[in-house]
């Protein structure tokens, strides 16, 4: 019998219910669920791996034991698959990577000798290059800069040439955001008309490679990392010593024409790999309110064995369990659906109980619900959103949302009387999980979290540091505020919030300036799509609307979430920047001062 199967039977036995009460919300049911989730069988759960579909598998055969209904396909892997009430899974296909193609190569003629370089071992193409050939004079641009501190393009024209630079080890070259140091030299050479750049590799002994993890993002130009050792043979090519022309980078730019021909040819392409959110419907018992519904969801994912988003100091492959992010919000979904699927008395409205695939990845799997739901998003009166409720700290609470309704900070205050939690409330619907998807499509949130610890995102947050005792009176919580909220006779009103209001939520990149959108991760549209708008915010006050693509901020030319990220991360809070948007085909500038991100 297989872990999988042992852990349903388990969670099976562990929640029996009385016949005239609901299974209890305990710290054996949601234990044994957390047990599984943060397994070595469900390997960290990362979007698209076998441990997520297994994860997922488990969450499903949950919701078959409890008797919810099924409103999705039994087609777990199948994007196009019709939602027929055949299973929970709703699937859809995300970008989970980028494939080399056929195409990759780098020749160049110095001084009439005509060199091919090896991929693999001498370049790799970057997941932001465009693919195809192009051709042109290679020029040296120092270390790439180009803002008010240093213009290693000074003097230099690049139009139509291939730009080549170096990637400082020098701490004083380092600028805020490190991470995006490679971001804007590409954004930089293509914004001044070069058709590729080739970005040399920090030491002599670095090999470039091939980040498959990483989405292709397409920056217009083509992208290559080659080793240092290219670079110092074509510097010294063109009549320079290269030692001497690195150490004099310290002092300031030194770009100069090298003289050689290069042709590069690219072809990156995307991967693209199936996962599902899992549902089951809990129908109302009144005829009229059953037709509204309440979400009670969490994400399921996590990081599998690392990569992009592990805070792990080493780097090395291993199991992020992320039994604190997520799966005890997890568990409390299953817990809380189980608990109202055996009261004797059901709900006046439907509860929808969901289990989120891709949040870590910006929030796809609930973004994908509210472009396609099962029952009309109009129809969602409230989502309560679990994520990381499991490391209490001094019995404190972080609920955010509260302002999003005008019902749910005295609702919130009355069944705390009874909880006894220490809370913060933030008014804003906004903020690093999938709640946040919901809100912008103008439904009430609540969303509970129990705050950061030194575990995030790390292979340590596991099963044996989760304070049960703690999470099991979350859930219980959240199981009172759905009740009242599914039996109260007038749904709860949204209120769009005016600004910005407090900050929580688990830790995402901490941009400090904010256009006030919610931008979305899953489009590729050239630009970045803006899927929602903060009350108040920058870009609402500025005129952008929800479609509107943002292509441009400042002089930076954004054709991705990865260039949106590393263009604000060279602002600061308060600075006016004009921004465009394309609209209907046609572009639209704005001026707006960026606010402090609240995300």
């Avoid at 980040?211 to 292709?216: C, Q, V, Y």
């Avoid at 209490?392 to 009874?418: A, E, F, M, R």
Wanted: aromatic share 6%; with cysteine; net charge neutral.
């Amino acid at each position: 019998m297989s872990l999988l199967a042992i852990a349903s039977a388990l969670a099976a036995c562990v929640a029996i219910a009385a016949p005239d009460r609901p299974a209890a919300i305990s710290e054996e049911v949601i234990g044994s669920h957390l047990r599984f989730l943060a397994s070595d069988e469900t390997a960290g759960r990362r979007t698209g791996d076998k441990g997520n579909e297994i994860a997922a598998r488990y969450i499903a055969e949950q919701f078959k034991r409890i008797g919810l209904e099924p409103v999705g396909t039994s087609r777990q892997r199948d994007p196009q698959a019709k939602m027929n009430g055949t299973g929970y899974f709703q699937p859809f296909s995300f970008v989970a990577g980028s494939m080399r193609g056929k195409h990759n190569a780098l020749e160049a003629s110095i001084k009439g000798r005509r060199v091919r370089y090896r991929l693999g071992t001498e370049f790799e193409p970057s997941t932001a290059t465009s693919s195809g050939t192009v051709s042109g004079e290679v020029v040296f641009a120092g270390y790439g800069n180009k803002n008010a501190n240093r213009d290693d393009y000074a003097g230099l024209d690049v139009k139509g040439k291939i730009v080549l630079v170096l990637t400082a080890n020098a701490p004083a070259q380092n600028r805020r955001f490190p991470q995006f140091e490679a971001q804007r030299k590409v954004q930089t050479a293509r914004d001044l008309g070069a058709v590729a750049i080739l970005i040399a590799l920090p030491t002599d002994t670095d090999s470039p490679t091939f980040n498959s993890g990483a989405r292709p993002s397409d920056a217009g130009i083509a992208v290559l990392s080659v080793r240092k050792s290219l670079a110092a043979a074509w510097v010294t090519a063109a009549g320079r010593s290269f030692d001497e022309t690195e150490k004099a980078l310290e002092d300031g730019p030194q770009p100069f024409a090298t003289g050689i021909q290069a042709t590069v040819s690219t072809e990156v392409a995307r991967r693209e790999l199936p996962t599902a959110n899992i549902f089951g419907l809990l129908p109302g018992s009144d005829p009229t309110l059953a037709k509204e519904y309440i979400v009670i969801g969490a994400h399921m994912d996590h990081l599998g064995m690392g990569g992009s988003g592990s805070l792990n100091s080493d780097g090395k492959p291993a199991v992020h369990y992320g039994a604190d992010d997520n799966a005890s919000g997890t568990a409390g979904v299953l817990a809380l659906a189980e608990h109202f699927a055996t009261a004797p008395a059901r709900p006046k409205r439907s509860i929808l109980f969901m289990a989120f695939s891709g949040e870590e990845l910006g929030l796809l799997g609930s973004a994908h619900y509210v472009r396609n739901p099962i029952f009309p998003i109009e129809n969602t009166v409230a989502m309560l959103n679990m994520d990381m409720i499991g490391r209490t700290k001094d019995n404190k609470l972080s609920v955010i949302g509260v302002g999003t309704s005008p019902i749910l900070d005295s609702l919130l205050d009355d069944v705390n009387k009874t909880a006894s939690f220490a809370l913060t409330k933030t008014n804003s619907g906004f903020g690093g999980s999938d709640h946040q998807s919901f809100a912008s499509a103008n439904v009430p949130v609540l969303f509970f979290f129990t705050g950061m610890h030194p575990d995030y995102h790390r292979p340590s947050d596991t099963f044996d540091k989760i304070a049960l005792w703690d999470q099991t009176r979350i859930v219980q919580m959240v199981a009172a505020i759905a009740d009242r909220v599914a039996n109260r006779p007038e749904r709860p009103a949204f209120t769009a919030l005016r600004g910005p209001s407090g900050e929580a939520g688990p830790r995402r990149l901490q941009i400090q300036a904010s256009l006030g959108i919610m931008p979305e991760y899953s489009e590729d549209a050239g630009g970045v799509p803006v899927g929602g708008l903060r009350s108040g915010g920058p870009a609402e006050k500025a005129g952008i609307k929800v479609g509107d693509i943002v292509t441009k901020i400042g002089d930076k030319t954004v054709r991705s979430i990865e260039e949106y990220m590393a263009a604000l991360a060279s602002r600061k809070v308060g600075e006016t920047v004009a921004v465009t948007v394309r609209r209907d085909g046609k572009e639209i500038v704005v001026q707006l001062t960026l606010a402090e991100s609240r995300r």
